[in-house]
C-alpha cells in the first residue's frame, strides 16, 4: 500500500498578464520576453490531502472526490503507452494493475486551495510508486495536465514552503521556482472556508484568463506587486517581522484582484469575502486577503493564541460552523509518501 499526503496550497495573487510576447526595454522597444502569470503562495497543514492506493481487482475509489481522483488516475494510466521514460519501458505492452484509491481526507474543490493540483500530483505519485516506477516531478505534473498556468501548487507539492515563480515564457512547460522560503513555524494560518460562496473555476476561469492575456494588464501594476515581493514580502518574511509582512501581502493581494473585479464584482470573490478580509484587519491582524479566486479568506497571526481568539470571532461574527473556519500552520516540506507492507 502506498500513502500518499500533502498540503494545501494559498495563492496569494499573479503577478503578470501581458497582451504580447514581449516588453519594452529602457528605450521603449519591445525586446524584453515578457512572462505570463508567475505568482506568490504558501503550502499549509490543513486541510490537505491523504489517500491510499493498493492492489485491487478493477479499478475503483473511494471517499471525497472519489471520482475525479479516478479520472485522474485514468488520466494518468493513459500515458504510460506514449511517452518514453523508464517506466513506460519496463510497463510497455502490458496493462497496469488496478489499484483501488481511497481517500481518507481532502479539501474542498473549487475554494482557493489548489486541490486538483495536489489530489492530481498525490494520484500520479502513488500509481507511479505502485507500478515500481520514479518519475520525474515534471512528468508527473504533466501526465495529469496541472500547472497550465501557474506552477505553486506543482512547486508546493515537492518543496513546500512560501513559494515565488517566475511565470512561463513561451517555451516554458512549467513555470520556474525563484523563491522557496521557510515559512515561520510558529505563525499561524487562519482559513475561512464559507462553503456557500464559491469562486470562478472551468470554464469562466477560463474565459476571464484568455480575456485578459487579450487585453493586458498594465505593466505599472506588475510592478507595482513585483516591488511589493520583492522589498516588502521576502524581506519581512528574512526577519521574521509580520507586520511588514502583512501590510505587504494585503496590498499585494487586493492589487492582484484588481484585474479580476469585471469577473468577481470587485477585487474579492463576492461583498462577504470582503467583509470577512475586512472584519480581520479591524482586529489589528495586517495580513488577510483571499486564496486564488477564494472563497478561502487567509489570516497570517503570530501565534496559536491569537489565532484561536480569530477563529472563534470570524465563527461568531459570520456565523460559520466549526468546519468552515480553521486554524493551520505552514507547510515547510514537500509531500509525504509511505510504502507499507502485508502485516505492517
Given amino acids: 500500500m502506498i500513502i500518499v499526503q500533502t ?60 471520482e475525479r481522483a479516478l479520472a485522474l488516475a485514468h488520466r494518468f494510466m493513459n500515458f504510460i ?8 519501458c519496463r510497463l510497455r505492452g502490458l496493462t497496469p494493475p488496478a489499484q483501488e484509491i481511497i481517500l481518507e ?17 498525490a494520484v500520479a505519485r502513488g500509481l507511479s510508486l505502485a507500478w515500481d516506477g520514479r518519475l520525474p516531478a515534471k512528468d508527473l505534473c504533466l501526465r495529469v495536465d496541472r500547472a497550465a498556468r501557474s506552477a505553486l501548487g506543482f512547486h508546493g507539492f515537492f518543496h513546500g514552503g512560501f513559494l515565488v515563480e517566475a511565470g512561463k515564457n513561451r517555451d516554458s512547460e512549467i513555470a520556474p521556482l525563484v523563491v522557496r522560503e521557510h515559512f515561520p513555524q510558529d505563525w499561524r494560518v487562519v482559513l475561512a472556508i464559507p462553503i456557500g460562496e464559491t469562486g470562478l473555476s472551468g470554464i469562466k476561469e477560463t474565459e476571464a484568463i484568455e480575456e485578459l492575456l487579450a487585453h493586458g494588464i498594465p505593466m505599472q501594476h506588475t510592478e507595482k506587486m513585483c516591488r511589493l515581493v520583492l522589498l516588502g514580502l521576502l524581506p519581512a518574511l528574512k526577519e521574521d517581522d509580520i507586520k511588514s509582512l502583512g501590510e505587504a501581502l494585503f496590498d499585494f493581494n487586493s492589487l492582484a484582484g484588481q484585474p479580476f473585479a469585471k469577473f468577481q464584482g470587485g477585487p474579492y470573490a ?36 491569537r489565532a484561536n481568539d480569530l477563529a472563534a470571532k470570524i465563527r461568531q461574527t459570520f456565523s460559520l460552523p466549526e468546519n468552515e473556519v480553521l486554524v493551520t500552520s505552514a507547510c515547510n516540506e514537500g509531500a509525504r509518501v509511505k510504502e507499507m507492507f502485508e502485516g505492517e
Fill in 7 to 66: 498540503a494545501s496550497r494559498l495563492h496569494f495573487g499573479l503577478l503578470s498578464l501581458p497582451c504580447g510576447p514581449r516588453w519594452p526595454d529602457r528605450q521603449g522597444q519591445e525586446t524584453i520576453p515578457a512572462r505570463q502569470f508567475g505568482g506568490v503562495g504558501l503550502m499549509v497543514q490543513s486541510p490537505g490531502i491523504e489517500l491510499r492506493i493498493r492492489p485491487a481487482k478493477d479499478w475503483r475509489a473511494h471517499g471525497p472526490l472519489a
Fill in 270 to 305: 463576492s461583498p462577504r469575502i470582503a467583509a470577512l478580509i475586512q472584519f480581520i484587519r479591524g482586529q489589528g491582524i495586517a495580513g488577510a486577503g483571499q486564496s486564488s479566486w477564494g472563497p478561502t479568506v487567509f489570516a497570517i497571526v503570530e501565534d496559536e493564541a
Fill in 105 to 121: 481526507r481532502c479539501a474542498p474543490e473549487h475554494a482557493g486551495l489548489g486541490t486538483g493540483t495536489q489530489l492530481g500530483l
Fill in 81 to 88: 503507452h506514449s511517452e518514453d521514460d523508464d517506466l513506460s
